[in-house]
């Protein structure tokens, strides 16, 4: 598949969990990923450098959950 649609400059977040449900209501789950969420699709990244790429007409939603650090008194 050609990743040339989705921009390589566009800002990648981190997510420690990362679902996409999609249109035919199945989920997919990711862990320690960074991520990209552009109108052409989902491009994700994990800490493996695997590749992943879902195209913006299979995604119904995405939930991304970023544990942060506490914060100093």
């Known amino acids: 598949m050609s990743?040339?649609?989705l921009p390589r400059s566009a800002a990648?977040?981190?997510a420690d969990d990362l679902t996409v449900v999609h249109?035919?209501?199945t989920v997919s789950h990711f862990t320690d990923v960074?991520?990209?969420l552009?109108?052409?699709g989902l491009r994700i990244l994990t800490?493996?450098?695997d590749e992943k790429i879902i195209m913006a007409h299979d995604i119904l939603t995405t939930h991304?959950?970023?544990a942060h650090t506490p914060l100093a008194a």
Do not use: K, V
Request: hydrophobic share 40%; net charge negative.
């Open 3 to 5: 990743l040339h649609f």
């Open 12 to 14: 990648m977040l981190r």
């Open 23 to 25: 249109h035919d209501d």
């Open 34 to 36: 960074i991520y990209t």
């Open 38 to 40: 552009t109108r052409d």
């Open 47 to 49: 800490l493996t450098g």
């Open 64 to 66: 991304a959950h970023f």
